[in-house]
């Protein structure tokens, strides 16, 4: 597919854009609110079929894939997480630039309307882009961070004394009650790092929670996700 063309598979649409393909998935009514989802594995669909099981809230979802996830969601270059893994790039800003400036746009655009608002959610290191761009850009009204990936070296550092180009109006944050537990020094602080954000912005006044899921990180990934999504379109 080239660059910016569009291709309506059933109900839903997919664009191309400088190797990103996204997958739209639209409202029955116009003006619903947008949510764009950065996928890992192409879950887009799984996911906004488990939206509408939890509720009523009409939306659009335009599920980003293909993406470089270790360059493309991470802030800064950081060490390999596991033996063998390639080091995390910190491309974040690069495709940060390209979400905003041209994918949103076209997204926009293929819409019968504009949205009531732009929502921003993602899972693992797709949460912790979700909440790194809301310090780089005001184009999301909410953002949903599902067990995101903040033990990410000097993430924490980074969001409190970053301040945010937008107050949302509601931010969901959530993790898995065994994430913290595991044999990897670098990920363990992930739970203690997860309230430490919570509170830090529930503290700066923005209507923030922060949801314990049952088990580790690899669990219900599509649940998880859903529910930070439903969460944002009912407040």
Same mark, same amino acid.
């Given at each position: 597919?080239?660059?910016?063309?569009?291709?309506?598979?059933?109900?839903?649409?997919?664009?191309?854009?400088?190797?990103?393909? /996204?997958?739209?998935?639209? =409202?029955?009514? &116009?003006?619903?609110?947008?949510?764009?989802?950065?996928? *890992?594995?192409?879950?887009?669909?799984?996911?906004?079929?488990?939206?509408?099981?939890?509720?009523? *809230?009409?939306?659009?979802?335009?599920?980003?894939?293909?993406?470089?996830?270790?360059?493309?969601?991470?802030?800064?270059?950081?060490?390999?997480?596991?033996?063998?893994?390639?080091?995390?790039?910190?491309?974040? #800003?690069?495709?940060?630039?390209?979400?905003?400036?041209?994918?949103l746009p076209a997204v926009v655009e293929?819409? =019968?309307?504009?949205?009531?608002?732009?929502?921003?959610?993602?899972?693992?290191?797709?949460?912790?882009?979700?909440?790194?761009?809301?310090?780089?850009?005001?184009?999301?009204?909410?953002?949903?961070?599902? =067990?995101?990936?903040?033990?990410?070296?000097?993430?924490?550092?980074?969001?409190?004394?970053?301040?945010?180009?937008?107050?949302? #109006?509601?931010?969901?944050?959530?993790?898995?009650?065994?994430?913290?537990?595991?044999?990897?020094?670098?990920?363990?602080? /992930?739970?203690?790092?997860?309230?430490?954000?919570?509170?830090?912005?529930?503290?700066?006044?923005?209507?923030?929670?922060?949801?314990?899921? &049952?088990?580790?990180?690899?669990?219900?990934?599509?649940?998880?996700?859903?529910?930070?999504?439903?969460?944002?379109?009912?407040?």
């Amino acid at each position: 597919m080239e660059n910016g063309e569009w291709g309506i598979v059933g109900v839903n649409a997919t664009l191309g854009i400088e190797g990103k393909r /996204v997958e739209l998935f639209p =409202s029955e009514n &116009p003006g619903a609110p947008l949510v764009v989802l950065n996928t *890992v594995t192409g879950e887009g669909g799984a996911v906004a079929q488990a939206v509408k099981g939890m509720t009523d *809230v009409d939306f659009a979802l335009a599920a980003v894939g293909n993406l470089r996830w270790g360059d493309d969601m991470t802030p800064w270059p950081a060490p390999p997480v596991r033996k063998g893994e390639a080091p995390c790039g910190g491309r974040a #800003d690069d495709y940060l630039q390209l979400l905003t400036g041209r994918i949103l746009p076209a997204v926009v655009e293929r819409l =019968s309307k504009a949205p009531a608002y732009i929502a921003l959610a993602g899972y693992s290191l797709g949460g912790l882009f979700a909440l790194y761009a809301t310090t780089r850009t005001d184009a999301f009204a909410r953002v949903a961070s599902a =067990s995101g990936s903040l033990w990410y070296p000097g993430f924490v550092e980074y969001a409190r004394t970053h301040g945010l180009l937008r107050e949302p #109006d509601c931010l969901y944050l959530s993790l898995g009650d065994r994430e913290g537990r595991t044999n990897n020094p670098l990920m363990r602080p /992930v739970e203690e790092n997860t309230r430490l954000l919570a509170g830090h912005y529930q503290g700066a006044g923005i209507h923030a929670v922060l949801e314990m899921n &049952p088990g580790g990180h690899f669990k219900d990934a599509v649940r998880r996700t859903a529910r930070g999504i439903a969460w944002l379109l009912q407040e």
